[in-house]
């Protein structure tokens, strides 16, 4: 970096490659993403990149968002994530794949002779347009393509990524022509249109050319950074307004994240506000048990997040820039509170996105009670999510240790993992991983006597204070403005640190609702296992009847089970075993839970049994039923669909979706000479939606959707 930070940095992050993953599920979790790294082909995520250049191609095109609108997004992550797995594992096949990438993107750059490298269906088009200034936009829709900027962003960003970890210098090259042509772009906007641009998701734009800026030094980066600033979000942030409500989260966390790094090369206060009031704001407010956020994508009022619980919440690209956000702030100001956040989402959503068999990922982690997770494809999803996946088991190591260029080392997370900080000559081994032990263990390793203080973050969840030992023996300690336990010694060779960090199974209410819990033990969130069924909607997802909400009197641990819990006797209708929320990929489970007194569950039991009555006697007059969603009965009614129109799945059942502007065509058969019913079901809480349903091409209704949370019947 030519440019350094001009904000004092008080908390550096080592190299990923002096951290090395001892065993336990992150381990598990990066060699599982490891081997979907090198299973993937380079050529076929290159297929539109030599197509958009006029090269000849040599591979097929992989499926799902790679054939869409969003193609090329995907190429950005993998080389993120090809260059840091390079970095922390060394192996030389991640260093060839970016090696190639980056060589066949040259030749895609030169074929254009304009800086610009893309994989985007008519990208010319639409950028051709920008730069007239011609701009038709909305939320997603810039000139007709699907936030092209986004995906410009994850490509600039990779090859940064692949500059910074693998050292190739030709990456950088690369980048700095696609910052040029953005410069040609949009820099000779007026800020009337530069603004209406921005009304599309643009990613992180900001973050990357300020990047930019800080690796070359050339000043003409960071202020087009700038061009990729709003007011409608971004200065309500700077005066400490949540805008938010009702905003699509991922659109927005990438922002505040520039802002950071803005703050750190400049100083100036306006971005340090953007970037600490949107995670102050982002995290009270919106944020889920697990330290996910959003529900359909989209955020709602703050601190109400009871009704907005589906098979849609906590899209997982939000809380990958929310870790990436958080480790901006925490080198400017580091605190216990900011590690507390990053250990909850990294323990709960990032490691509990991915199927520990295959490596797969969560776009969505549900957390509707009684919901199951849906796992990517390999080859035909490639959702924005595949593409985060791809990096989040890449950074386990990221941030378990930190310093502050001197004589202070931060323990942050209780993970299993060597440290190497080569400036002092001393290597750190963490040998517990919380919670499946309640004492931390370091053992020093050094070639003489060295001088440091010892940081260890104290945690939020700590049942009580514990006492540091080094060699057997206690010593003093003392809580740092940080929120760590500190202590200041000549440390020797084989010194070994142990610490008690007890803790308790404890309860989480939502914050517009005491009666409806989840359940944590220490740093995990634990989830009830409720069997590879689908519970009933209404009476098979179990509850909690009892009047004494202290959890630890009727949860126990299991005889002979590391990490498992039973409740008895006060899950109703039947007992549920407790187990991490990471620990669960293949069957249906509750994070949540609702309380209830014994009168209220009569009354459950009550509308269980009229909604059962209500089933049959639709059963009963039933001439046609379409199990819209399922291959079969689409082909049986002669199903047509828009171009937009995808199979869905909600709430443990298929259905279809219908993208702005598509639709969907079916027959169903009727008994003629009678009136006949029509019954629709669909879901109700996505966001604004609205759309015509029509017999024969006759309207007989317009739906108008605003958030909601209940089953619509028509």
Request: proline residues 4%; charged residues 25%; neutral net charge.
């Amino acid at each position: 970096m030519k440019i350094k930070p001009v904000v004092p940095v008080k908390a550096y992050a080592f190299d990923l490659g002096d951290v090395q993953l001892l065993n336990s599920p992150f381990k598990h979790a990066m060699q599982m993403d490891s081997a979907y790294l090198l299973f993937l082909k380079p050529d076929r995520l290159l297929y539109r990149f030599y197509k958009n250049a006029g090269l000849p191609v040599k591979d097929s095109v992989y499926g799902g968002w790679e054939s869409e609108g969003l193609s090329g997004h995907t190429m950005g992550h993998y080389i993120s994530a090809c260059a840091i797995m390079y970095t922390t594992t060394k192996g030389k096949e991640f260093l060839n794949r970016i090696n190639y990438i980056v060589d066949e993107l040259e030749k895609c750059q030169k074929a254009r002779h304009t800086g610009y490298i893309g994989a985007i269906p008519n990208e010319d088009s639409i950028f051709g347009k920008v730069t007239k200034g011609e701009i038709k936009t909305g939320g997603f829709d810039l000139n007709g393509g699907w936030s092209p900027w986004y995906t410009v962003h994850k490509l600039m960003a990779g090859l940064v990524d692949a500059y910074l970890y693998a050292g190739n210098k030709k990456a950088l090259n690369l980048v700095t022509g696609m910052a040029d042509w953005t410069y040609n772009t949009v820099d000779h906007l007026p800020d009337s249109l530069r603004l209406k641009m921005l009304n599309c998701e643009y990613g992180g734009m900001n973050d990357v050319l300020a990047n930019i800026y800080a690796i070359t030094g050339n000043k003409k980066y960071l202020d087009l950074s700038y061009k990729f600033y709003d007011e409608f979000v971004m200065g309500k942030l700077a005066r400490r307004i949540d805008p938010m409500p009702g905003k699509h989260s991922n659109t927005n966390v990438p922002k505040a994240i520039g802002s950071a790094r803005q703050y750190e090369l400049t100083g100036y206060e306006r971005e340090k506000t953007i970037a600490s009031f949107f995670w102050e704001t982002m995290v009270h407010n919106h944020t889920y048990v697990i330290g996910g956020n959003s529900n359909y994508e989209y955020c709602g009022a703050a601190g109400k997040l009871n009704d907005r619980l589906s098979d849609n919440t906590c899209e997982t690209c939000n809380t990958y820039n929310m870790l990436k956000l958080t480790q901006h702030l925490f080198a400017t100001e580091p605190s216990a509170a900011l590690m507390d956040y990053y250990e909850r989402a990294l323990y709960n959503h990032i490691l509990s996105s991915q199927n520990p068999t295959n490596g797969m990922t969560c776009y969505f982690v549900p957390l509707r009670m009684g919901s199951k997770k849906v796992f990517s494809d390999s080859t035909n999803t490639f959702t924005c999510c595949v593409g985060s996946g791809m990096e989040n088991h890449t950074k386990y190591a990221a941030q378990i240790y930190s310093h502050d260029g001197n004589n202070s080392l931060f323990v942050n997370l209780f993970i299993p993992s060597v440290l190497q900080w080569k400036e002092k000559g001393i290597t750190v081994q963490q040998l517990n991983f919380i919670p499946e032990q309640t004492e931390v263990k370091l053992i020093l390793s050094c070639k003489k006597p060295t001088l440091f203080t010892l940081k260890i973050r104290k945690p939020s969840w700590l049942r009580n204070n514990p006492v540091l030992y080094v060699n057997g023996k206690a010593v003093d300690t003392e809580i740092s403005s940080e929120g760590y336990f500190t202590t200041t010694r000549q440390w020797k060779n084989g010194d070994v640190v142990t610490a008690d960090l007890s803790m308790d199974v404890y309860s989480e209410a939502m914050p517009d609702n005491a009666n409806r819990i989840a359940l944590k033990y220490g740093p995990v969130v634990l989830a009830g296992k409720l069997g590879k069924q689908m519970p009933d909607a209404v009476y098979g997802t179990p509850v909690l009847l009892t009047d004494d909400k202290n959890v630890n009197d009727w949860i126990k641990p299991s005889v002979n089970e590391t990490l498992v819990f039973d409740i008895k006797d006060v899950a109703k209708p039947f007992n549920v075993k407790l187990v991490p929320f990471y620990k669960v990929y293949d069957e249906y489970y509750s994070v949540y839970w609702d309380y209830f007194t014994n009168d209220e569950w009569t009354a459950r039991q009550k509308e269980y049994e009229a909604e059962k009555k209500r089933l049959q006697e639709i059963e009963e007059k039933t001439i046609d039923n379409f199990r819209i969603g399922e291959m079969q009965p689409e082909r049986d009614h002669n199903l047509t669909a828009g171009d937009r129109s995808y199979i869905d799945e909600a709430q443990g059942r298929p259905g279809r979706e219908a993208r702005a502007g598509s639709y969907f065509v079916f027959e169903m058969n009727v008994q003629p000479g009678i009136q006949n019913n029509l019954l629709l079901t669909y879901l109700g809480d996505d966001k604004d939606r609205k759309f015509d349903i029509k017999v024969d091409g006759q309207l007989i209704a317009t739906e108008n959707m605003a958030w909601r949370t209940d089953i619509k019947i028509l």
